[in-house]
């Protein structure tokens, strides 16, 4: 089955900075990868996805970005701001929602 | 919007216990998901169901089992509580689009 793995576990940026957390999977055959946020004592909620059809998606000042060939997929947040503190997880599917897999996590804080 | 409801969001049971976590969703899906949540290993899947009376086996079924006998209710069935059963359970159910997830069940065996 799937395997999906994610670093850095934990990841520490001052307000403003840059932040990238990486994840691999193993399915050459998953084509769905959508990213999570899970802020403290709340339940994670959808931030962005993509699919295997495209190479990049921005919202704002989140972008994914997904290197196929190398079965990788990245989360980048620009001009961080102490709100986008959390645990975030990246994800893996084959044909949507269904079965996916998570990562194990990143624990993003900014500090201000 | 939305609504995926949990029964508890603590839950303190002892070791042998039969332990059932109700998992219910306003929006007609057909998909619905057992995670559990423990540090440093994220989401694990334990059980997922296409619809009713259909279930399928994560990555890590042993010691649960499930039920789906109405489309909107996912239940957890714990059969014999074990200490490292301790965790947070999620419940989510999906679209096409996105998994929604509900608010958790902090679940201690004793």
């Not at chain 1, 193993?26 to 699919?51: M, T, V």
Request: hydrophobic residues 30%; charged residues 25%.
């Amino acid at each position: 089955g799937e395997n999906v793995e994610q670093h850095p576990s934990t990841l520490s940026v001052q307000e403003g900075d840059s932040a990238v957390i990486k994840c691999t999977y193993s399915d050459s055959a998953s084509n769905y990868f959508p990213w999570y946020k899970q802020e403290l004592g709340k339940r994670p909620q959808l931030i962005i996805d993509i699919r295997s059809n495209v190479g990049e998606k921005k919202d704002q000042r989140i972008a994914v970005t997904l290197n196929k060939t190398a079965k990788h997929f990245s989360l980048h947040i620009t001009e961080t701001q102490p709100e986008d503190s959390a645990v975030y997880f990246c994800a893996a599917s084959i044909g949507g929602n269904n079965d996916m897999r998570f990562g194990a996590g990143t624990r993003l804080t900014v500090k201000p | 919007d939305v609504k995926v409801t949990q029964s508890s969001r603590y839950l303190v049971k002892r070791t042998g216990e039969k332990v059932f976590l109700e998992c219910v969703q306003d929006m007609d899906h057909e998909n619905m998901f057992w995670y559990r949540q423990d540090p440093g290993l994220g989401l694990r899947l334990i059980y997922f169901s296409y619809d009713v009376k259909m279930k399928e086996k994560g990555d890590i079924p042993e010691g649960y089992s499930v039920s789906r006998e109405k489309k909107e209710r996912f239940s957890l069935i714990l059969e014999s509580a074990s200490t490292n059963q301790t965790s947070m359970y999620l419940c989510a159910s999906s679209d096409p689009y996105e998994q929604y997830f509900g608010p958790g069940t902090r679940l201690t065996v004793t």
